[in-house]
């Protein structure tokens, strides 16, 4: 069973509405990530937060807002989202860079999202 | 720059048949550290190895092991004795320390164990 929990399971949302994907992790990991994921595709790197600070963002447009309220919880909000962006948005934890060396990342089960 | 390469798009095999999944990658950075994700139909990546560049000993787990070859950038998974449930998205991956926390993943490998 994984460790990292997200929800939504499924959401279809329409492109005016707002809506939140929360992500949790209870394995004391440091690091979190968001990633989106297309049919056939690996997934592809959105944000990163190291000790509940953003350190990474890959660019995203801001109808994606992430947060990291705690160290154990992520969240990704969605805001006038357009239908490209339907995929699967999957949430990691590892225990970062300080754990001497690469930790691997756990990925949760991800949300699959549609935008109609 | 890093990239990971894995050739196979597509592999099927009949159930109990040997498969190994081809992983090449490219660094010019000595410290790294690859990985192999499996994603069932379900959605969920499962993290299956990590190695470090200064570990090329292979790996056994049950019915999985990995070759790890700096010679030849790569680092392969076999599955011995598939199974109808070892049927996924198999991805390799790398990254590279001190830089940042990015893992840079293949493209992967499709497997379809048929019964």
């Known amino acids: 069973d994984t460790e990292v929990t997200q929800t939504p399971k499924h959401l279809v949302m329409g492109m005016t509405n707002k809506k939140s994907l929360k992500c949790e992790q209870h394995m004391g990991h440091r690091a979190m990530y968001w990633y989106k994921q297309k049919a056939k595709k690996p997934p592809e790197l959105m944000f990163v937060y190291s000790y509940e600070k953003l350190s990474i963002n890959e660019s995203v447009p801001s109808r994606f807002s992430p947060e990291c309220p705690n160290s154990s919880l992520l969240n990704l909000h969605l805001h006038a989202l357009q239908p490209e962006d339907s995929a699967l948005y999957l949430c990691?934890?590892?225990?970062?860079?300080?754990?001497?060396?690469?930790?691997?990342?756990?990925f949760g089960p991800g949300t699959r999202l549609l935008v109609l | 720059a890093q990239k990971v390469t894995q050739a196979q798009t597509e592999i099927s095999v009949v159930e109990k048949e040997d498969v190994t999944l081809d992983c090449v990658y490219e660094?010019?950075?000595?410290?790294?550290?690859l990985f192999w994700y499996k994603q069932p139909p379900s959605g969920e990546l499962v993290f299956l190895i990590r190695?470090?560049?200064?570990?090329?000993q292979n790996e056994i787990s049950g019915r999985y092991s990995w070759n790890f070859q700096k010679s030849t950038s790569s680092f392969n998974f076999t599955i011995t004795a598939s199974q109808v449930v070892d049927s996924a998205v198999y991805f390799c991956a790398l990254s590279i320390p001190n830089r940042d926390d990015k893992i840079i993943f293949g493209k992967g490998t499709r497997l379809h164990i048929l019964p």
């Open positions: 190695r470090n560049s200064f570990d090329e």
């Open positions: 660094t010019r950075d000595t410290t790294y550290y």
């Open positions: 990691a934890s590892s225990q970062g860079r300080l754990a001497g060396g690469q930790s691997a990342q756990y």
